[in-house]
């Protein structure tokens, strides 16, 4: 058994100190840069043939997505934004992060009042909320991924007067609404897609012919990857992109014959890192609080959850903190239809 297994064999049995368990998430994201640091361009188009092969979603919920309503009002900042933030200056706040990073999804998409808008997968709102509040003439249909999300998402909306906010919930592998949009937008919600062809295909009939698609996704510098849960050494494959995958910034083009990137953005893995760590300080600040809120969904196993997402949030600091945020980080895209 190797040192990095064995460390993740005992986390799971008893609380170890996090200088342990940073060690152990370092020593595993060397471990797979080395691995990515080979690949290139003719990898990204083997992978992207590979994913042709899948449905658009393999329907798997990981781990964390079963957390309730209040526990992530306590881990996250007030626009409940569960996704990477932008920090300007070391002093900057996580309310102030988020707010950036909200502030450069809306320009960066080409977002304007008027525009009929869909966000798939809107997570607990925080860009929807956003988009609707700051584009009152705007439409905005949001596709949640679970009953909770879009019930927390509808009430926020009803307390502040969005009338222009529309919630639904959608198996994305059958997702067809009606009518066209200006902009679609997605925010994390790729790397939990399998087969971005089939998709990004549906996407694009989706828009109006003026329209404009917009992915914030995280990634890798060179390599597109697919964790593997049964690598008992891969704690992050495990725990953290369960059923999902890791897509380098260049995969996007091989699907340039669906969209061509108008313009794209890359985001240093630190702004990731301290995300993490601004969640992580969340976490230990109201343990108590969302010890309560899990004891409602794992009972006795409470304690194994609590612990886990300790991991969970570890693991995401030190995989985007890695080299100091060159490795991993965050791309953003606009793309147009493909002619």
């Given at each position: 058994?190797?040192?990095?297994?064995?460390?993740?064999?005992?986390?799971?049995?008893?609380?170890?100190?996090?200088?342990?368990?940073?060690?152990?998430?370092?020593?595993?994201?060397?471990?797979?840069?080395?691995?990515?640091?080979?690949?290139?361009?003719?990898?990204?188009?083997?992978?992207?043939?590979?994913?042709?092969?899948?449905?658009?979603?393999?329907?798997?919920?990981?781990?964390?997505?079963?957390?309730?309503?209040?526990?992530?009002?306590?881990?996250?900042?007030?626009?409940?934004?569960?996704?990477?933030?932008?920090?300007?200056?070391?002093?900057?706040?996580?309310?102030?992060?988020?707010?950036?990073?909200?502030?450069?999804?809306?320009?960066?998409?080409?977002?304007?009042?008027?525009?009929?808008?869909?966000?798939?997968?809107?997570?607990?709102?925080?860009?929807?909320?956003?988009?609707?509040?700051?584009?009152?003439?705007?439409?905005?249909?949001?596709?949640?991924?679970?009953?909770?999300?879009?019930?927390?998402?509808?009430?926020?909306?009803?307390?502040?007067?969005?009338?222009?906010?529309?919630?639904?919930?959608?198996?994305?592998?059958?997702?067809?609404?009606?009518?066209?949009?200006?902009?679609?937008?997605?925010?994390?919600?790729?790397?939990?897609?399998?087969?971005?062809?089939?998709?990004?295909?549906?996407?694009?009939?989706?828009?109006?012919?003026?329209?404009?698609?917009?992915?914030?996704?995280?990634?890798?510098?060179?390599?597109?990857?697919?964790?593997?849960?049964?690598?008992?050494?891969?704690?992050?494959?495990?725990?953290?992109?369960?059923?999902?995958?890791?897509?380098?910034?260049?995969?996007?083009?091989?699907?340039d014959d669906v969209f061509a990137i108008e313009k794209?953005?890359?985001?240093?893995?630190?702004?990731?890192?301290?995300?993490?760590?601004?969640?992580?300080?969340?976490?230990?600040?109201?343990?108590?609080?969302?010890?309560?809120?899990?004891?409602?969904?794992?009972?006795?196993?409470?304690?194994?959850?609590?612990?886990?997402?300790?991991?969970?949030?570890?693991?995401?600091?030190?995989?985007?903190?890695?080299?100091?945020?060159?490795?991993?980080?965050?791309?953003?895209?606009?793309?147009?239809?493909?002619?």
């Amino acid at each position: 058994m190797s040192v990095v297994s064995a460390i993740i064999g005992t986390a799971e049995r008893v609380p170890l100190p996090d200088v342990v368990i940073r060690a152990a998430i370092h020593r595993l994201c060397s471990r797979t840069a080395t691995r990515l640091s080979v690949l290139g361009p003719g990898d990204d188009a083997a992978f992207a043939g590979r994913m042709m092969l899948r449905p658009i979603a393999e329907g798997a919920a990981a781990w964390h997505d079963e957390a309730p309503a209040a526990f992530f009002a306590a881990l996250l900042g007030p626009n409940r934004k569960f996704s990477s933030c932008f920090y300007k200056t070391g002093a900057t706040t996580l309310q102030e992060a988020e707010e950036e990073a909200l502030r450069q999804t809306v320009e960066h998409a080409g977002l304007a009042d008027g525009q009929a808008i869909l966000e798939l997968d809107c997570g607990w709102g925080s860009l929807s909320l956003w988009m609707a509040r700051q584009f009152p003439h705007a439409t905005v249909m949001a596709v949640a991924a679970s009953q909770a999300q879009r019930a927390y998402v509808e009430d926020e909306a009803r307390l502040r007067g969005l009338l222009n906010l529309r919630v639904v919930t959608a198996d994305m592998n059958v997702f067809a609404p009606e009518g066209q949009f200006d902009r679609i937008v997605s925010v994390e919600m790729f790397e939990q897609v399998s087969n971005w062809r089939k998709l990004m295909t549906r996407a694009r009939s989706w828009l109006a012919p003026e329209g404009r698609f917009f992915m914030h996704v995280v990634t890798h510098r060179s390599g597109s990857h697919l964790p593997d849960p049964a690598d008992r050494e891969d704690w992050i494959a495990q725990y953290v992109y369960t059923g999902g995958l890791m897509p380098s910034h260049h995969l996007v083009r091989q699907f340039d014959d669906v969209f061509a990137i108008e313009k794209e953005w890359c985001w240093s893995g630190t702004h990731y890192q301290r995300t993490a760590n601004d969640w992580l300080a969340n976490f230990d600040a109201h343990r108590d609080s969302i010890e309560t809120s899990l004891r409602r969904v794992h009972g006795e196993e409470t304690a194994l959850y609590m612990r886990r997402w300790r991991w969970f949030l570890l693991a995401t600091s030190g995989l985007f903190g890695y080299a100091d945020g060159t490795e991993w980080g965050v791309s953003h895209y606009r793309m147009k239809a493909a002619e």
